[in-house]
């Protein structure tokens, strides 16, 4: 987690994950994932998959990454569904296919008690400045 500076007040979570890509038939490859998640976009959270090229940011709704450890959750591009042994499957999708990950279920539950810990669940809509927002909406 980071702290503000002085380490007086946590200001965000983040946390690395060991996650792991299915590359090829049934050889998995672990990847470096930060799980993000920031109070000013309280519904989502953020899984950053490394700088460079090979890179990609994904953001997930914090509901469905939580509602995934229960059972299959998700719609579109993103699928979530607890496995056995301990582990949850994520399916991510897009135009290029499909990156089907697995990751151990605690440590998502880990990261999202931390969440709750700034953001109680289902106090998300407190956080957001509505004003701001119809204000960049009627700016377009």
Request: overall charge negative.
């Amino acid at each position: 987690m980071r702290l503000r500076e002085g380490g007086a007040r946590v200001d965000e979570v983040c946390v690395r994950v060991p996650m792991y890509l299915l590359d090829g038939v049934a050889s998995w490859r672990e990847l470096d994932v930060e799980c993000g998640y920031r109070p000013e976009n309280p519904y989502a959270v953020r899984l950053d998959f490394g700088a460079g090229e090979q890179g990609a940011v994904w953001l997930l709704s914090r509901e469905t990454l939580a509602a995934g450890l229960r059972g299959p959750a998700g719609d579109g591009d993103v699928h979530i569904a607890p496995g056995e042994g301990g582990d949850v499957f994520i399916a991510l999708g897009g135009g290029a296919g499909v990156a089907l990950l697995t990751t151990p279920a605690g440590a998502l539950a880990r990261f999202l008690a931390a969440t709750d810990e700034l953001v109680p669940a289902g106090t998300e809509a407190s956080r957001i400045n509505w004003d701001r927002c119809i204000q960049e909406f009627l700016s377009i």
